[in-house]
């Protein structure tokens, strides 16, 4: 089987497809197609794989060919040493994987002059066969057939005691060079080790965020990557040591994997006279060639895994911000809360240009609440505004009090509505050389304004211009790889935007740039040749735009849209090259194209199959047929907004058993994370969120869901709310005592000193527990805060 065949194969088995459709879509990303356009234009190619599974393909794909790549170098570099035999080629032509590879290479591989190496330099290769292979030999008696003095580079055995280190070195090398060995041994550490945190000796006050792992141990191939991650952080900052080992190692005489070594080997300690020098041979080989090399090797395995998962998290809570709902094409004027300098007001029109701004002081110091007022009634009044945008950060609900008296004064003349906006990542995009160049003349506090205006009005169009981490819905992302984050998020952005569409006429160079087959640089061209000449009228008018050929064209067309153009095709998601057959369709029903397009029920009365031909296959047609049902209709949800209820604007204000509405921020693997409007987050925990059990708490919520939920427990003096999506539950007395706690904190009684618990932890934590550290090292970088609810039934 050659190496492309190979990689067929393999990514069909991996992905449960045929043959087939592996081939065609390898045969069109080789082609330069970009994922969008594969998965929703070339259906028929691939057997309508989706973008996930085309993603993952792609993926797969750089790995696979790296691996061949690097399978080929090895054949030959053995090969040139003369150690290339067919049992050795066999293996590394079956090997599935870059670390099994590695493996059967190490042996060969060319390294530093090693002591083993300089042992057989000596002649004593010989020496450790025969103790190896014959332990009734005495070890003192043989090597006294190897003293020599120096020649050359080769040192001098002067005694029996050197002949035996360096036979006992060439044996260790071996031994750790085993692939076979080495192999079982990583193996049985990752599904059998566990990994052992313990607080570095005077690091207790400054490592306290990590008293959780002063002294844990967990099965290591079951560690969760937040805690995971969080141990991993403790250890980079000077608290921590993490170390992996092997059940009872401790109370056995021998460790478990010396006795594996000694075994795959072939060393027994039968009393014979080689067998105590063998057995120290294992003993070193195990301590000093493999335990660390394998130590390191899967802790990073862990990292790795533990990153990938935070990545999908993130990846996940990012694709449901992208695709929140908007609020659409309505003037809105955002305020950005402060206090002493001001709150900063901007106004945006109803395609998000910006046309007014302000800076008004309704609070503490200056309390100009009035003539607060009345600045916004004149900018409404002025603009004919439709929607208040306000910003969740410092003085957000007394500002949203503002907005709702504004709301209350304009009705009846004005029908004005209310939405408080996350302001996460705003500061990082009015910072930016982006809006310096989109917004030159406005200061950069207005700017922030102005993106939270857009934000409300589009999500999806405004967040393309923030760096995805900087928008604050993952955990740990300044802890993982930032090119694997940054491949993953730019990814979930493609998608996305794609999946809606842009507006070829309105979108900024930003959109465009993340439309399939567009890079900034052709992004820029077209805005520039919009500004110079005006809207475009046509899709077609993109072939006039510098740099921008057929094939991308090809790539993006289907994905841009020109809701008021001649053609109304160019509205739609129907690609230009399907035009064709967008118009025979029109013609064999006996109708005009436009008076078609909308008629649900003389589209629905169409057969698929009838228009199908050699080009364009039934799932090409079915789609259009959609698309002239719904022309460019929009996948992302009917916008609404939570309700936050009135007098509860912090933690404070907070009582046990409260039914709030909040808005979901983040989803972790342990919970969800909802804004109430308290400035801090609460954590509704993976248990709390349904009456069922949930695996998955995507499966129950997602970022942007409106939710109803209970405060279960309050704690006031470490800023943790927990919540409950469960109704009926009840708070606990352990809550109420907390929630007491922490109102004479706020009263100003000191709390109790609290103090690590320096116990020994066990390693399957109560529920509680697990909630607990949960909810302290995974709370998202980005979130509002971090918050607290024990886990209580459905254990």
């Known amino acids: 089987m050659d190496v492309n065949q190979r990689i067929l194969t393999c990514l069909a088995d991996e992905l ?36 996930i599974q085309l993603r993952q393909l792609d993926e797969r794909l750089r790995y696979l060919r790296e691996l061949e790549e690097r399978r080929a170098t090895v054949l030959v570099a053995i090969d040139e040493q003369g150690k290339l035999s067919p049992e050795l080629a066999s293996k590394i032509d079956a090997a599935d994987t870059k670390q099994r590879l590695e493996d059967l290479y190490r042996p060969f591989k060319k390294k530093r002059r090693t ?51 360096g036979a006992k070195q060439i044996l260790m090398e071996r031994f750790a060079e085993d692939p076979e060995l080495v192999g079982q041994l990583r193996q049985r550490l990752w599904q059998e080790g566990e990994l052992s945190s313990r607080l570095l000796e005077g690091k207790a006050q400054e490592g306290a965020k990590f008293s959780d792992y002063f002294e844990h141990d967990e099965k290591l191939a079951k560690v969760p990557s937040h805690r995971a991650l969080a141990m991993f952080r403790g250890r980079n900052e000077g608290a921590l040591s993490l170390a992996i080992r092997l059940p009872g190692e401790d109370e056995a005489d021998v460790h478990p994997a010396q006795v594996a070594i000694a075994k795959h080997v072939g060393v027994r300690d039968e009393g014979r006279p080689a067998d105590k020098w063998l057995t120290e041979v294992v003993r070193w080989t195990w301590r000093v060639k493999l335990y660390t090399a394998l130590e390191t090797e899967l802790l990073g395995q862990l990292r790795e895994h533990a990153e990938l998962t935070a990545i999908e998290v993130f990846a996940a809570n990012l694709k449901d911000l992208l695709l929140a709902a908007p609020a659409g094409q309505k003037v809105t004027l955002a305020i950005d809360p402060g206090l002493r300098t001001g709150c900063k007001v901007a106004v945006v029109d109803a395609t998000g240009q910006f046309v007014d701004q302000t800076t008004i ?15 916004l009634a004149r900018l409404v009044k002025k603009h004919n505004v439709s929607l208040i945008a306000v910003g969740n950060g410092t003085a957000s609900r007394e500002t949203d009090k503002l907005a709702a008296e504004l709301v209350k004064a304009m009705a009846p003349d004005f029908r004005l509505s209310k939405v408080m906006v996350s302001e996460a990542g705003a500061s990082v995009y009015s910072a930016s050389e982006y809006a310096s160049r989109e917004l030159p003349d406005l200061d950069v506090t207005v700017r922030g304004a102005v993106s939270i205006a857009r934000r409300l009005q589009d999500p999806l169009g405004e967040l393309v211009k923030i760096e995805p ?23 979930v952005i493609e998608d996305c935007v794609n999946a809606v569409g842009v507006d070829l006429n309105t979108a900024s160079s930003a959109l465009l740039s993340r439309v399939a087959g567009l890079s900034s640089t052709l992004a820029d061209n077209i805005v520039a040749q919009r500004n110079a000449k005006g809207a475009f009228a046509s899709r077609q008018e993109l072939l006039d735009v510098s740099r921008l050929g057929p094939k991308t064209f090809e790539q993006c067309a289907g994905f841009l849209r020109i809701p008021q153009a001649k053609n109304p095709l160019d509205a739609s998601a129907v690609h230009p090259e399907a035009y064709p057959l967008a118009e025979r369709i029109a013609k064999q029903s006996g109708r005009e194209l436009r008076s078609l397009i909308g008629d649900s029920a003389a589209l629905k009365a169409l057969t698929p199959a009838e228009f199908a031909d050699e080009r364009f296959g039934l799932p090409t047609v079915t ?24 007098g509860v604007e912090t933690l404070n204000d907070l009582k046990l058993g409260m039914v709030l509405e909040g808005t979901v921020t983040n989803v972790t693997h342990f919970g969800a994370f909802v804004d109430i409007g308290v400035h801090q987050d609460g954590l509704v925990h993976i248990s709390a969120l349904s009456d069922r059990f949930v695996e998955d708490p995507r499966s129950v919520v ?41 109102d004479e904190a706020k009263n100003g009684a000191k709390p109790d000193d609290v103090k690590p618990n320096r116990g020994k932890r066990k390693s399957a934590k109560p529920a509680q527990g697990r909630a607990q550290e949960s909810a302290q090292e995974s709370a998202p970088v980005g979130a509002l805060g971090a918050a607290l609810l024990k886990a209580r039934q459905n254990k």
């Not at 002081?361 to 600045?375: F, M, N, T, V």
């Open 115 to 165: 002591k083993a190496q300089i042992a057989r330099e000596a002649g004593l290769e010989p020496l450790a066969d025969a103790l190896l292979a014959d332990p009734t030999r005495n070890p003192e008696t043989e090597a006294a057939h190897y003293l020599r003095p120096a020649e050359g580079e080769a040192p001098a055995i002067e005694d029996a005691k050197a002949a035996l280190d």
């Open 623 to 646: 789609d259009i047929l959609k698309e002239l049902d719904k022309p460019g209709r929009d996948p992302r949800p009917e916008f609404k907004a939570a309700a936050f209820r009135e």
């Open 16 to 51: 449960s497809v045929r043959p087939q459709q592996v081939s065609a879509t390898v045969a069109l990303l080789d082609e330069g197609a970009t994922v969008p356009f594969i998965a929703r234009y070339r259906k028929e190619v691939t057997g309508a794989l989706d973008d």
């Open 469 to 491: 981490k900087s928008i604050g819905v993952g955990q740990y992302q300044h802890d993982v790889s930032q090119v694997q984050l940054s491949k993953s998020l730019e990814a």
């Open 702 to 742: 997602k970022a942007g869901d409106i939710v109803t939920v209970k405060v279960m427990s309050v704690d006031i003096a470490r800023k943790r709310v927990g919540m409950s999506m469960r109704l009926d539950d009840q708070p606990d007395a352990d809550s109420a005592a907390g929630q007491a706690r922490g």
């Open 361 to 375: 002081y309704p609070h503490a110091p200056q309390k100009r609440w009035d003539e607060s007022l009345a600045e």
